[in-house]
């Protein structure tokens, strides 16, 4: 398992993203992943997760309605489309994937991934 996360960048406030995270291994359809943020001095936080199929999701409080993260598992790959951003969303993020397989509902603990992407820089000016 290799994960590699791109589309970070510099938008504006009220600005759009899409993360996208390529697995190159051969075993991505059957884990589910989750995509972490950490901004300088915090800890690193669960944003958002999608199980193995793809039929269920989670979101953290602070983006639930403004992000959405789905998957295409013919690709091995993992997306994560931002909306509206804010200031408040700065940080490095993170594409991660579950440590059991076929686990039905996304964990949100960081403890439960097992491998993780290097991580793409995400800055939103006021």
């Known amino acids: 398992v290799q994960l590699q996360a791109s589309g970070g960048g510099l938008v504006q406030a009220g600005g759009n993203l899409r993360l996208s995270c390529t697995d190159s291994g051969r075993t991505f359809s059957a884990y589910g992943m989750a995509w972490f943020r950490q901004a300088p001095g915090k800890e690193r936080e669960f944003v958002a997760g999608?199980?193995?199929?793809?039929?269920?999701?989670d979101y953290a409080d602070s983006v639930n309605g403004r992000f959405t993260i789905s998957r295409d598992n013919a690709k091995n790959q993992v997306y994560l489309q931002m909306n509206t951003l804010k200031p408040e969303d700065t940080a490095i993020y993170y594409c991660?994937?579950?440590?059991?397989?076929?686990?039905?509902?996304?964990?949100?603990?960081?403890?439960?991934?097992?491998?993780w992407g290097q991580g793409t820089q995400v800055t939103v000016s006021s």
């Open positions: 999608i199980n193995w199929s793809g039929t269920m999701t």
């Open positions: 991660a994937m579950d440590r059991l397989p076929a686990r039905r509902i996304p964990t949100t603990s960081n403890l439960e991934y097992h491998y």
